[in-house]
C-alpha cells in the first residue's frame, strides 16, 4: 500500500493509524521528515507496529518500535564541522527550513563551535515555500556580517530557491561556501543555475561513489527511473532499508515486528554506501559518513 500525507503532519497520524488498526499493516516504511517522524511515532507505539525510518535526524531519540536506517548527528553534523572548521573558519550564517530537525542542527552546531571559540553570526527559519527573494537577504547579510560559511537545513523547494539566490549574488564558495546537511543530486538537477564548484554537503551516500556494488545500484536505478533521475541518499538509504527488511523477514518468516526487530538488530548487509549494519542496542545504523563537494555538470 502507498499512501500520500502531502506534508501534512496530522494526516500522516490518521493514515497510520488507519494502516495498523484498519487495514492489517504491520510495518511502515516513511515520513519524510522529522516533523512526520513525530506524528507517527505514538502511533506506532500504540498500536505495536514497526516504523522503517531512513531519513537523516537530529538524533537524541530511540524508540523499540523504529529501526532508523538514516544518519544521525555524529554522522552529519560532526563530519561536517571537523571538515568545516579548520578549512573555512568558525563564523557561521545558519538558515533552515522552520521545523524541529533544522532547529535542533543549529543548536547542535552551536554547541560545536563554543568549543573552539566560533559563533553563529545569524540564524534565520523560512517557510517550506520560501522563495529565492527570502534567501537573497539571507545571503545578503551574511555577507555583511562576514560569515565564513552558509550552513543550510534548508529542505524541500527552498534548496533550489537558496543556492539560485547565492547564484544571483556572484558569490565564490571558495571564500563563503554553503555546507548543507539536506541537499542532494536531485535538488542540484532543480536549481535554475548550475552550482559553482565547491559547495558542501555531509552524506553517507553521493551518487558518485566508487565501487562496483554502487555501479549496479546506479545503472538498475537509472534503467528504472530514467537516466535524467538521479540517485541520492534518500533513494539509497530506502533501497537498502528494504533490503534489510527482507532479509530479517526471510529469516523470521513472519510479518510481526516483535520477531522482525529481533533478526535485524545486528544484521548487516552490503550496500551502495558500503556494508552497514542495524546497532544492536538502540537500532541506529552504521553507516559511511562522507563529504560531498559540488563539481561541473551538477554533481558531487
Not at 551518487?207 to 546506479?218: G, I, L
Not at 527482507?246 to 556494508?275: F, K
Request: aromatic letters at 12%; one cysteine or more; hydrophobic letters at 40%.
Amino acid at each position: 500500500m502507498i499512501l500520500d500525507p502531502a506534508s501534512d503532519p496530522q494526516r500522516y497520524t490518521q493514515l497510520a493509524s488507519s494502516l495498523l488498526m484498519d487495514r492489517g499493516v504491520t510495518n511502515i516504511f516513511g515520513c519524510s521528515a522529522s516533523y512526520s517522524r513525530k506524528a507517527v511515532v505514538p502511533v506506532v507505539e500504540r498500536r505495536g507496529g514497526l516504523l522503517w525510518y531512513s531519513i537523516g535526524y537530529e538524533g537524541f531519540e530511540y524508540s523499540s518500535n523504529v529501526i532508523y536506517t538514516g544518519p544521525a548527528p555524529n554522522q552529519l553534523h560532526l563530519p561536517l564541522a571537523e571538515y568545516l572548521f579548520p578549512r573555512f573558519g568558525r563564523k557561521l550564517m545558519c538558515v533552515g527550513t522552520d521545523y524541529l530537525f533544522p532547529r535542533e542542527s543549529n543548536r547542535i552546531m552551536r554547541d560545536l563551535l563554543s568549543e573552539i571559540g566560533g559563533s553563529v553570526v545569524g540564524e534565520y527559519y523560512l517557510p517550506f515555500d520560501a522563495q529565492r527573494d527570502a534567501f537573497l537577504d539571507v545571503i545578503r547579510e551574511a555577507r555583511s556580517l562576514g560569515a565564513d560559511v552558509i550552513f543550510s537545513t534548508v529542505v524541500g523547494p527552498g534548496i533550489a530557491a537558496l543556492y539560485d539566490a547565492y547564484a544571483t549574488e556572484k558569490l565564490d564558495p571558495v571564500e563563503m561556501p554553503i555546507a548543507s546537511l539536506t541537499t542532494n543530486e536531485a535538488h542540484l538537477q532543480e536549481m535554475w543555475f548550475e552550482p559553482r564548484p565547491g559547495h558542501i554537503v555531509s552524506a553517507p551516500y553521493f551518487e558518485t561513489v566508487q565501487s562496483p556494488r554502487n555501479s549496479s545500484f546506479v545503472a538498475n536505478y537509472h534503467q528504472r527511473f530514467g537516466a535524467k533521475r538521479p540517485a541520492d541518499a534518500c533513494a539509497e538509504a530506502a533501497y537498502f532499508t528494504v533490503l534489510l527488511f527482507a532479509r530479517a523477514l526471510e529469516r523470521s518468516g513472519t510479518l510481526d515486528p516483535e520477531r522482525l526487530r529481533a533478526e535485524v538488530l545486528g544484521l548487516e548487509i552490503s550496500a551502495p554506501q558500503g556494508v552497514v549494519m542495524v546497532d544492536p542496542d538502540n537500532a541506529h545504523t552504521y553507516l559511511w559518513p562522507r563529504i560531498g563537494m559540488t563539481e561541473s555538470g551538477r554533481k558531487f
